[in-house]
């Protein structure tokens, strides 16, 4: 295109119209661009609602080839492979496909708090969202989290942002920059978009640390195996702040002999005891640590975070207690979309658990689960079309093995096998595309199940 006409006669195409494109679309117009919505599905009522205020042109259920290929740029849902013919089309063409937030992060000076990993990230960002926003700063939560980062940068005007990051966002960001990268974990996840290779992935989940310079910081877990295999040939510039439970960090956060928390950043020092953080289980120390560092980092005061630690509620969908009936526990975790998270929702449990698994499987190695499931496992409720990979991991080890149809179905099921002093653990490790919206639908329809009971 020449590149001497007016940027409202440029053309800028977004593919997919959930949360990130509409948001994307708001804020490209915002910018005097020409913007085109394409989906390949239905368009959700709501945000067919908002695009036609703010007469933003759309098309649903299929792509018009001649209006995308003619866009200076294509912003693409994070949901959309790269594997996608009209994506494909579009690198043919040489035209940028890049994420929201690579687009939203061209218009804001705000400093970027980028969390990523592959569990814990929702839990973590929404931590250090409520320490930094307790502390005082003007910050905002988004990525994948809340309210698009681009409707926000298009509406508020805040001086720091906590990011939610995925993999599949991070594949599109190039010039993007965090102030604050933090990788949680590294566990296989979401394989099929990275030719089933775990590395692959783990390359993807480093793309956090690129455009990083000396004045940025790199926060990172110590103990997790992928991450230090790909560390260790890696040249980061940011200053790196690890954290640890196996052993003692100089500069980042440990736990010390008597089961403190501690940080150690710029010579300023934080102690907490893991008692008195909100988030129990081994898996939080991690991401109190995290969202912690972040707050030194920021320079917060010790009381500030103390109080932020000790009082925050957990999300909807992550370990959530639904209450008790009869004595058995009720617990939706939702969220849980991959076998990594459902480990960690077993080893937290301290009762015997009835287990709701299934949906839509990513090739899951469920082997991880086994020793758990042994142990802590009376019976597994599936909740899936396709539950014959659930079967065959887990006959040996759990006696009752029942298939349920819907979250009305499973929850009644789990109940009957329940006893007093037991625990019904929704916790899929998979997807939910084949039975539900997402997986907050999934949840939602668990726990209106459960007050039905």
């Not at 959309?80 to 890049?98: F, Q, S, W």
Request: charged share 25%; net charge negative; with cysteine.
């Amino acid at each position: 295109m020449n590149d001497n006409k007016n940027i409202s006669t440029q053309r800028l195409a977004i593919l997919g119209a959930g949360e990130s494109g509409v948001g994307a679309a708001y804020l490209a117009q915002q910018q005097g661009y020409d913007v085109f919505v394409s989906d390949f599905g239905a368009i959700a009522g709501h945000y067919k609602q908002q695009l036609q205020e703010w007469n933003i042109r759309f098309e649903e259920n299929g792509h018009t080839e001649t209006e995308i290929l003619s866009a200076i740029e294509v912003v693409k849902s994070p949901g959309i492979p790269d594997k996608a013919p009209m994506v494909k089309k579009l690198v043919e063409k040489g035209i940028p496909v890049i994420s929201e937030i690579e687009f939203a992060g061209r218009y804001t000076d705000a400093k970027m708090i980028c969390i990523t990993g592959s569990n814990g990230k929702t839990t973590t960002a929404s931590l250090t969202y409520h320490i930094l926003k307790n502390g005082g700063l003007n910050v905002g939560l988004a990525g994948n989290i809340g309210k698009s980062f681009a409707y926000q940068v298009a509406t508020e005007k805040y001086d720091y942002y906590v990011l939610e990051i995925s993999s599949f966002m991070l594949d599109n960001m190039y010039r993007f920059k965090a102030d604050i990268g933090v990788l949680l974990n590294i566990t296989p996840d979401h394989l099929d978009r990275y030719d089933y290779k775990l590395e692959n992935y783990a390359a993807s989940k480093f793309r956090i640390t690129q455009n990083q310079g000396a004045d940025d910081y790199f926060i990172y877990c110590a103990d997790d195996a992928e991450t230090k295999k790909v560390i260790e040939g890696k040249l980061i510039s940011a200053k790196q702040l690890p954290f640890s439970i196996e052993k003692k960090i100089e500069e980042g956060a440990y736990l010390d002999d008597d089961n403190n928390l501690i940080i150690n950043v710029h010579q300023e020092h934080f102690q907490m005891s893991i008692n008195e953080l909100a988030l129990q289980g081994k898996h939080n120390i991690y991401n109190s640590m995290a969202s912690g560092i972040v707050a030194k980092v920021l320079e917060l005061r010790n009381e500030t975070m103390r109080e932020s630690m000790g009082n925050f509620r957990n999300i909807e969908h992550r370990l959530e207690s639904i209450g008790k009936i009869s004595g058995i526990s009720f617990i939706n975790d939702s969220k849980a979309t991959n076998v990594n998270s459902t480990w960690y929702a077993l080893e937290s449990m301290t009762s015997d658990v009835i287990l709701i698994l299934g949906g839509v499987d990513k090739g899951n190695d469920y082997s991880m689960l086994k020793p758990l499931v042994k142990q802590k496992v009376k019976a597994i409720v599936c909740l899936g079309k396709d539950n014959k990979r659930i079967h065959d991991a887990f006959e040996e080890d759990v006696e009752v093995i029942v298939n349920t149809m819907s979250a009305a179905e499973a929850a009644q099921v789990a109940y009957h096998l329940a006893t007093k002093g037991d625990t019904v653990l929704l916790s899929p490790a998979c997807a939910s595309f084949d039975l539900f919206k997402n997986y907050e639908d999934r949840g939602r329809q668990f726990k209106d199940a459960v007050k039905e009971l």
